[in-house]
């Protein structure tokens, strides 16, 4: 039987190892390089300086007179301090920054670490359009409350993984030790451990090389992949983080198929939405069609280049009139930006909802 100390160490020696796995990688992908800076990739974080966006010493007032909250910078962290009431009967709650989740192009939110081992979200989250401090979505702003459990189901989609503490009785207890932020390149490419021992001998390429490549899945098994995340928050069959890319998503997570004639919001089921798209039924397209994961993608000139590899400029209603200007604009068009209406916070007693691409390619009038 091990001893504790040695089990202990083998365990850091084995999170160490899965850590380091995305440094591995890019250490021979090169090419690679710009995915630290995908939306994927910083879709969670430890919380730091440079992780949150929010400016501290700041407050945020709320729509309750006496209820504002304080972004505090301190020696020991960053914490949000809830306050109710008028000094000196004021009551307060205080909370530090643990986790970053979301990347900052739309906004962030926090999670912190609770008493055993168990996450929660914080009150306040940050609205990049804004560049302010907001109500993070799902807490009201009208009483004191740091209690809004962090599921599984959601960091499941927002990390790559982490270890549920299933026998607590608890839904929102995590090991502390165990748990790794970030879409890594492993969560979409399988274990990544035999493929550099194969490649580690320098200028021999195994025929070989234990490591999945997405694009010689079928294409239902590469639209799972994405579905796990942008098909619906749906309910789970196995433990979170058990599917596994090129496993078949029905069999680990039950993902109600809407009507077809069903209102889909913009935010939470962009596969459903493509799959209505003509673009879809027509052809083999697949996600990474027009995505590249592996680099920021922000141009919408650029994913309408995609659109001309099947159509033509000419066909565009819009052409007699327009001409070749409208060559840069398929997708501003056919897939405009529209407001979700699932997700919202409120700000200066207003409520707030992000812009998402609408994923159903079609013809808006």
Not at 44 to 52: D, G, V
Not at 264 to 269: A, E, K, S, T
Not at 307 to 321: E, M
Request: proline share 5%; with cysteine.
């Amino acid at each position: 039987m091990l001893q504790l100390s040695k089990i202990c160490s083998i365990c850091v020696l084995v999170f160490l190892a899965v850590i380091a796995s995305h440094a591995q990688c890019l250490s021979c992908h090169k090419d690679y390089a710009k995915y630290d800076s995908t939306a994927h990739h910083l879709t969670s974080r430890i919380a730091s300086k440079e992780s949150i966006l929010g400016k501290f010493d700041d407050i945020l007032k709320t729509s309750e007179p006496e209820l504002s909250y304080r972004l505090e910078a301190r020696n020991n962290g960053f914490f949000q301090t809830g306050i109710l009431g008028t000094p000196p009967d004021a009551v307060s709650v205080s909370q530090r920054f643990d986790l970053v989740i979301g990347s900052g192009r739309k906004g962030q939110t926090y999670l912190y670490w609770g008493e055993n081992d168990q996450l929660f979200q914080l009150p306040v989250s940050y609205w990049t359009a804004l560049n302010s401090w907001v109500n993070s979505p799902g807490y009201g702003d009208r009483s004191l409350d740091f209690s809004r459990p962090v599921l599984p189901r959601c960091l499941e989609c927002h990390a790559s993984s982490f270890q549920v503490a299933t026998d607590s009785g608890v839904v929102n207890r995590y090991r502390r030790t165990d748990y790794v932020l970030g879409i890594s390149c492993e969560r979409c490419h399988g274990p990544g451990a035999q493929h550099i021992v194969a490649n580690s001998t320098p200028g021999v390429k195994p025929a070989n090389q234990a490591i999945l490549n997405l694009a010689r899945l079928p294409r239902a098994r590469q639209l799972d992949l994405c579905a796990l995340c942008h098909g619906g928050i749906g309910t789970s069959k196995t433990p979170v983080f058990s599917f596994k890319v090129g496993d078949v998503l029905a069999e680990h997570l039950e993902q109600r198929k809407p009507a077809p004639d069903e209102p889909l919001d913009v935010h939470g089921n962009q596969l459903a939405l493509l799959e209505r798209s003509k673009c879809f039924q027509s052809s083999d397209m697949t996600c990474t069609t027009c995505h590249d994961v592996h680099r920021p993608q922000r141009d919408p000139r650029e994913f309408s280049d995609k659109c001309l590899q099947c159509h033509k400029v000419q066909s565009c209603g819009l052409f007699p009139k327009q001409g070749n200007a409208i060559a840069g604009k398929c997708v501003d068009c056919h897939m405009p930006n529209q407001n979700s209406n699932i997700i919202f916070s409120s700000h200066d007693r207003v409520r707030i909802t992000p812009k998402v691409r609408n994923h159903w390619i079609k013809v808006y009038r």
